[in-house]
Structures are given as C-alpha cells and as structure tokens.
C-alpha cells in the first residue's frame, strides 16, 4: 500500500481525483466496474477527469444504507456529483440502488447479483474502487466487532456472497447495510483510492498502518491486505 499524505486538505482531494482519473485511464476502452464509498470519499469526483468516451464504464456504491430518506442513500449522492452526470452522459451505466427495497437483504442480494453478473459478462474487465474510513476504523459499511471477531467473521469472511446485508444497531445511526464482503474485496478490486482527512481520524489510521491488530478491530485494515491501493492522507505524518 502506498501512502500520499499532504497536509493541505483541497489539494489532497485534487491529487486523489487525479490518481482515480489515472486509473481509469488506464484501462482504455476494456469494460471497467467502479465502486464509490459514500461521505468525504465522494468529494474527490470533483477532480477526477471524464473520458471522453465512458460507455464501457458501470458505476456503483460499495455499500449502501437500508433508509427511507433519500439523503441519507448513498446512490442518491453519488448521482449528485458532477462525475456521475457527465459520465452518464457519455454512455456510462450504474447499479442502481437508489430505489426502495422491502429489506436489507433484499438490497444486498440485488447488488450481489448485479456485480456477479458483471464479473461474469465481462471476464476481461477490472473493478477500481474508493474507499473512506470512519473515526472508528470503519471502512465499506463495515462496522468494527473487537468484542465478537466470530460474528465479524460469519458476517464478512463469507468467502459464497460479495454482498453482506446486516444489522449495524449500536454501531452506527444508520445500521441497516449492504456492504462488500472482505473476500470480494481482495480477491476481486484490482485498484484502489482510498481518501482519509482529519484529525479524529488519526488514532484509526495509526491502527490500520501498525503491524499488529485484527481487521475485526479495525476494518479499514483490509487495505493492507488488497492489491494496488493508494492512501491520501492528511491525518498522520509519514517519512
């Protein structure tokens, strides 16, 4: 994992949008599936470059709150940056999971079918994904069980599903998720963004870089143990 820190925050944004603009770049015309993070991480979009042609571009949320306000869904921001509108323009496609669903599981078996069924189509294809943390080490919907590392295990380590849908009550004011499992993450992201600013941020990062801990603890730990993932950062210093 490499790490970019700056201390500058709107200039972190920019280079993180820029590395993003790189890596799909990268990839050409070959079909590519891209999974957004919700919160600060979305702030980057406004620096990442459109291509100019993006109809082999699918688009989609790394994981999604079970909520009947609109605000609070993370497809419903995602689809209020500027990128999605301008890539959208150019033929670019989206899982959508702005719509109501009856449950959690419901949500998460229909984007569980819908990145199969792109992994399947397009055999040639990457996914990128960007990534945010929370103050508590959270990472992609998924919450931190230092107390159960067993149920975090049987919630996110199920190596049959990419998609989880669980119940996050004590863990977060939103806790009816849709989150990517950790085997989907390592096995299938095959380049990464990951934005973290801010001081309360510090204590998790500190976490995630040291070479003991337990992803049950901190999940944003994943990052460690993924291919190709870029840190930008202004919550800690580096060398």
Not at 200 to 205: E, Q, S, Y
Not at 226 to 234: D, E, G, H, P, W
Request: charged fraction near 25%; proline fraction near 5%.
């Amino acid at each position: 994992m490499e790490i970019v820190r700056n201390p500058n925050e709107e200039t972190l944004k920019q280079e993180a949008g820029t590395y993003l603009s790189s890596l799909i770049a990268k990839e050409g015309n070959a079909p590519l599936l891209i999974l957004f993070s919700s919160g600060s991480a979305l702030e980057i979009l406004s620096y990442a470059a459109t291509p100019e042609d993006t109809s082999n571009l699918t688009l989609g949320v790394l994981d999604e709150r079970f909520t009947k306000n609109p605000k609070e869904n993370n497809c419903v921001s995602l689809k209020e940056t500027s990128f999605y509108k301008n890539v959208v323009i150019g033929g670019a496609r989206i899982i959508d999971t702005s719509m109501r669903f009856e449950r959690v599981e419901t949500l998460a078996e229909t984007m569980n079918s819908a990145w199969e069924k792109w992994i399947k189509e397009n055999p040639g294809g990457h996914i990128l994904a960007t990534f945010g943390m929370g103050a508590d080490g959270h990472t992609s919907g998924i919450m931190p069980y230092p107390e159960d590392s067993g149920m975090f295990d049987i919630l996110f380590e199920d190596e049959r599903k990419a998609v989880v849908g669980y119940d996050a009550r004590g863990k977060n004011p939103i806790p009816l998720r849709a989150t990517s499992t950790l085997p989907f993450l390592r096995t299938h992201i095959t380049g990464g963004v990951v934005y973290i600013a801010g001081e309360n941020k510090r204590p998790a990062l500190e976490r995630v870089l040291c070479d003991t801990g337990t992803i049950a603890e901190t999940p944003a730990r994943i990052f460690k143990e993924m291919k190709s993932i870029r840190l930008f950062t202004n919550s800690i210093e580096t060398n």
